[in-house]
C-alpha cells in the first residue's frame, strides 16, 4: 500500500521549510523548478477539489482530459502530465496552474460554441504551462520585490480562479502591487495565442475558432458593460490580440472540423444541471420539436436524463429506445459511453437487477475506462452483496486514477461488507486525505490501526500517518 506516500511526496507544501517559508537560497537563482511547479499546483488543486467549486463530474473531466491530451501530445512537452477539470461556475473563465493543472469553467464550456473554440481555449492554457510563464514570471521579481513563494502561490490562485474575490483575500499592500504583476503580460499572452495556434493546427483542429472566440467574449463584454467576464481579466483580450491571431489565421484555410458527440452530450449535462427537472423536460422536447436546430441524439439524451430525474422510468426508458437506435444508425454515436451510462442508470431504475448486472458487465467490458460506468457497476454490485467482484473492478481503476475518491469511497464500501475493518478505514483515509481533510483521514488510521492486521499492514498504516503529520506540520506553519 504505498498509495499515499506517492500523493503526500507529491502534493508537499511548498511551504514546508524552515520558518514556513520556502528556502529560495540565493536571490538570483529563485526560480521554480518543474518540482515546485508541480507542489504549488497539486496544493492548489487539494484546496479546489475539497471546495464546491470543482464539478465532480467523471464524465465531464474524462471529456476535458480527452480533448486536453489530444493538444498535449502535439506540444513541446507531451510526457507532462497535465490535469483537466471542470468547475460548477458559469462565468466565463479558464486558468491554468503551474504543474499542468488547467481548469475551466462550466460557463466558458456553454460559451463555446464549437469543439474547435474549447480546444483554442485549452491550447492556450496549455501553452502558458508549457512555456513555464509562471516560473518566468517569478524569476523576473527581482531583488527587494521578490517576495516569499507562499504569497505569490497565494495570490496566484486567488487571482486565477477568481478575480474578483483576489482583492479581498490578499490583504497587504504588498500581495496585492504583486497581484497586478501576476496578470499575465502581454508578451505572455502573446506567446500563448501563438504557440496555442499551432498546437490547435497539428492537432486538426479550426484555427480560425481562436480568434472567433475572442471576439465573442469582446462582444459580449460589451453588452455587460464593465462586468467583464473572468477571463478577459486573466487574460487580458486587446483588439491587437484578436488582429495579431486573425493575421496569423488568414493564411491558413478554413478547416471545417465536426464536434464529437461527447462535446455535445458534456454541453446538454451542463444546461440540464441549470434547470429543474421538468423545466429540463420542457426544454429538451421543444428542442426535439423544433427538429432544426442542434443535435437530436444529444437532446434525446437530455430528456432521457431529465425524464429520469423527475422520476419518470417508463417515459425515459420509451425515448431512450428510440436514443439507442438512433446512435446506432449514426456513425458518431454508435457505441457512446455516455449514453451508454444513461441507459444503465434507466436500466437501474426499472429494478431488474439481473438483467441491469448483466447489462453492465458488457458494458464495463466495452468501456472499461469510462470512470461513470464503473461508478454504477460498482454501486449495483454492492447493493447485490458482491464485494469480491467489487474490490477486483475497483484495484484497477485506482491503479489508474490515484486520486479519485469516489473510487476509495466505494472501495471502504466494499471492504465493510468483507468485514475486512483495517482495509475499511485505510481506503476511506484515502479519500479524505485526496479530499485535503488530513485529520479526517488520520481519524481513518488510526481507526485502522486499531482494527488490527499483519505487520506488513500495520507498518504500511504507520508509515501512512507519520507522512500526514508531517504534512500537517508543514501546513500548519505561518
Ligand atoms: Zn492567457
Do not use: C, W
Given at each position: 500500500m504505498k498509495k499515499l506516500q506517492l500523493v503526500l511526496l507529491l502534493c508537499f507544501s511548498p511551504f514546508a521549510a524552515g520558518d514556513g517559508l520556502p528556502d529560495l537560497g540565493d536571490v538570483s537563482q529563485a526560480v521554480l523548478t518543474p518540482l515546485q511547479e508541480r507542489q504549488i499546483g497539486q496544493q492548489s488543486m487539494l484546496e479546489i477539489r475539497a471546495s464546491k467549486q470543482f464539478l465532480a463530474d467523471p464524465e465531464i473531466n474524462d471529456y476535458?482530459?480527452?480533448?486536453?491530451?489530444?493538444?498535449?501530445?502535439?506540444?513541446?512537452?507531451?510526457?507532462?502530465?497535465?490535469?483537466?477539470?471542470?468547475?460548477?461556475?458559469?462565468?466565463?473563465?479558464?486558468?491554468?496552474?503551474?504543474?499542468?493543472?488547467?481548469?475551466?469553467?462550466?460557463?466558458?464550456?456553454?460559451?463555446?460554441?464549437?469543439?474547435?473554440?474549447?480546444?483554442?481555449?485549452?491550447?492556450?492554457?496549455?501553452?502558458?504551462?508549457?512555456?513555464?510563464?509562471?516560473?518566468?514570471?517569478?524569476?523576473?521579481?527581482?531583488?527587494?520585490?521578490?517576495?516569499?513563494?507562499?504569497?505569490?502561490?497565494?495570490?496566484?490562485?486567488?487571482?486565477?480562479?477568481?478575480?474578483?474575490?483576489?482583492?479581498?483575500?490578499?490583504?497587504?499592500?504588498?500581495?496585492?502591487?504583486?497581484?497586478?504583476?501576476?496578470?499575465?503580460?502581454?508578451?505572455?499572452?502573446?506567446?500563448?495565442?501563438?504557440?496555442?495556434?499551432?498546437?490547435?493546427?497539428?492537432?486538426?483542429?479550426?484555427?480560425h475558432a481562436m480568434p472567433e472566440f475572442l471576439e465573442r467574449l469582446q462582444n459580449s463584454t460589451r453588452l455587460l458593460e464593465g462586468n467583464a467576464p473572468n477571463y478577459m481579466r486573466t487574460h487580458p483580450i486587446t483588439s491587437d490580440r484578436i488582429a495579431e491571431i486573425d493575421n496569423r489565421v488568414q493564411k491558413q484555410p478554413y478547416r471545417l472540423v465536426p464536434d464529437s458527440l461527447n462535446f455535445q452530450l458534456v454541453r446538454t449535462k451542463l444546461i440540464a444541471a441549470q434547470k429543474t427537472a421538468p423545466e429540463a423536460i420542457?426544454?429538451?422536447?421543444?428542442?426535439?420539436?423544433?427538429?432544426?436546430?442542434?443535435?437530436?441524439?444529444?437532446?434525446?439524451?437530455?430528456?432521457?436524463?431529465?425524464?429520469?430525474?423527475?422520476?419518470?422510468?417508463?417515459?425515459?426508458?420509451?425515448?431512450?429506445?428510440?436514443?439507442?437506435?438512433?446512435?446506432?444508425?449514426?456513425?458518431?454515436?454508435?457505441?457512446?459511453?455516455?449514453?451508454?451510462?444513461?441507459?444503465?442508470?434507466?436500466?437501474?431504475?426499472?429494478?431488474?437487477?439481473?438483467?441491469?448486472?448483466?447489462?453492465?458487465?458488457?458494458?464495463?467490458?466495452?468501456?472499461?475506462?469510462?470512470?461513470?460506468?464503473?461508478?454504477?457497476?460498482?454501486?449495483?454490485l454492492l447493493q447485490n452483496n458482491q464485494p469480491e467482484i467489487t474490490v477486483k473492478l475497483l484495484?484497477?481503476?485506482?491503479?489508474?486514477?490515484?486520486?479519485?475518491?469516489?473510487?476509495?469511497?466505494?472501495?471502504?464500501?466494499?471492504?465493510?461488507?468483507?468485514?475486512?475493518?483495517?482495509e475499511q478505514h485505510q481506503a476511506q483515509a484515502y479519500s479524505y486525505a485526496w479530499q485535503g481533510n488530513l485529520y479526517a483521514a488520520m481519524e481513518q488510521l488510526e481507526l485502522a490501526k486499531q482494527a488490527g492486521g499483519s505487520f506488513y499492514q500495520l507498518s504500511s498504516i504507520e508509515s501512512d500517518l507519520r507522512e500526514l503529520r508531517e504534512l500537517l506540520d508543514a501546513r500548519g506553519k505561518p
Open positions: 476535458l482530459n480527452q480533448l486536453g491530451y489530444r493538444l498535449v501530445e502535439n506540444s513541446a512537452e507531451p510526457g507532462l502530465g497535465f490535469e483537466f477539470f471542470a468547475l460548477n461556475d458559469y462565468s466565463i473563465n479558464a486558468f491554468a496552474m503551474p504543474g499542468g493543472f488547467v481548469g475551466v469553467n462550466a460557463g466558458l464550456l456553454l460559451t463555446a460554441q464549437s469543439e474547435s473554440e474549447l480546444a483554442s481555449v485549452l491550447a492556450h492554457e496549455i501553452s502558458h504551462v508549457t512555456q513555464h510563464h509562471l516560473a518566468r514570471m517569478i524569476e523576473g521579481q527581482q531583488g527587494d520585490s521578490l517576495i516569499s513563494m507562499a504569497t505569490i502561490a497565494i495570490a496566484i490562485l486567488a487571482a486565477r480562479t477568481n478575480p474578483q474575490v483576489s482583492e479581498a483575500a490578499i490583504v497587504s499592500t504588498q500581495a496585492r502591487s504583486i497581484q497586478k504583476q501576476l496578470n499575465f503580460t502581454r508578451t505572455y499572452e502573446e506567446e500563448a495565442d501563438r504557440i496555442g495556434l499551432q498546437l490547435l493546427q497539428k492537432s486538426g483542429f479550426n484555427t420542457t426544454y429538451f422536447s421543444e428542442a426535439l420539436g423544433a427538429q432544426n436546430f442542434g443535435n437530436p441524439i444529444a437532446q434525446r439524451y437530455g430528456l432521457v436524463s431529465a425524464l429520469l430525474r423527475n422520476n419518470e422510468i417508463e417515459r425515459a426508458a420509451q425515448e431512450l429506445a428510440i436514443l439507442r437506435k438512433q446512435a446506432q444508425g449514426s456513425q458518431v454515436a454508435r457505441n457512446n459511453p455516455m449514453i451508454e451510462t444513461l441507459a444503465g442508470q434507466v436500466k437501474r431504475a426499472g429494478k431488474n437487477d439481473v438483467a441491469t448486472l448483466a447489462f453492465y458487465r458488457t458494458a464495463v467490458q466495452n468501456f472499461p475506462q469510462h470512470r461513470a460506468l464503473i461508478y454504477d457497476y460498482a454501486d449495483l484495484a484497477e481503476q485506482i491503479t489508474r486514477h490515484p486520486s479519485d475518491t469516489t473510487l476509495y469511497d466505494l472501495q471502504a464500501r466494499a471492504y465493510a461488507m468483507q468485514g475486512k475493518t483495517l
